[in-house]
């Protein structure tokens, strides 16, 4: 098991994030360049997002279910899965609601 936090698990440690508070979550990371994009689940839901890291620590960008865009910081282990450059992981963060459909601007 690896324990560091490649792009991968940046985009795992932002569907983590995803919600608004403290969250821990699952899910896998593909690398895309210089990113990952990222699907999981947490204690908020699921969400799709995209997000790189350096280390343990991941930053990222994410859409969950309900269309609220949101933004993370955590961090996390992964582990590859196979030789197939996926890798699936735990991370643990903090995030906010940057954009939320179903709230008036103010």
Same mark, same amino acid.
Request: glycine content about 26%; overall charge positive; aromatic content about 2%.
């Given at each position: 098991?690896?324990?560091?936090? *490649?792009?991968?698990?940046?985009?795992?440690?932002?569907?983590?994030?995803?919600?608004?508070?403290?969250?821990?979550?699952?899910?896998?990371?593909? *690398?895309?360049? *210089?990113?990952?994009?990222?699907?999981?689940? #947490? +204690?908020?839901?699921?969400?799709?997002?995209?997000?790189?890291?350096?280390? *343990?620590?991941?930053?990222?960008?994410?859409?969950?279910?309900?269309? %609220?865009?949101?933004?993370?910081?955590?961090?996390?282990? #992964?582990?590859?899965?196979?030789?197939?450059?996926? %890798?699936?992981?735990?991370?643990?963060?903090?995030?906010?609601?940057?954009?939320?459909? +179903?709230?008036?601007?103010?």
């Amino acid at each position: 098991m690896t324990h560091r936090l *490649p792009r991968s698990l940046a985009a795992l440690s932002l569907v983590a994030l995803l919600g608004g508070c403290a969250s821990v979550g699952v899910g896998f990371g593909i *690398p895309v360049g *210089p990113v990952s994009i990222g699907v999981g689940a #947490s +204690n908020h839901g699921v969400s799709l997002g995209v997000g790189t890291g350096v280390g *343990p620590v991941g930053v990222g960008v994410g859409v969950d279910q309900g269309g %609220r865009v949101n933004a993370g910081v955590g961090v996390g282990t #992964s582990t590859e899965i196979g030789n197939s450059g996926v %890798r699936a992981g735990v991370g643990v963060g903090t995030g906010t609601t940057i954009y939320d459909p +179903n709230k008036p601007n103010r």
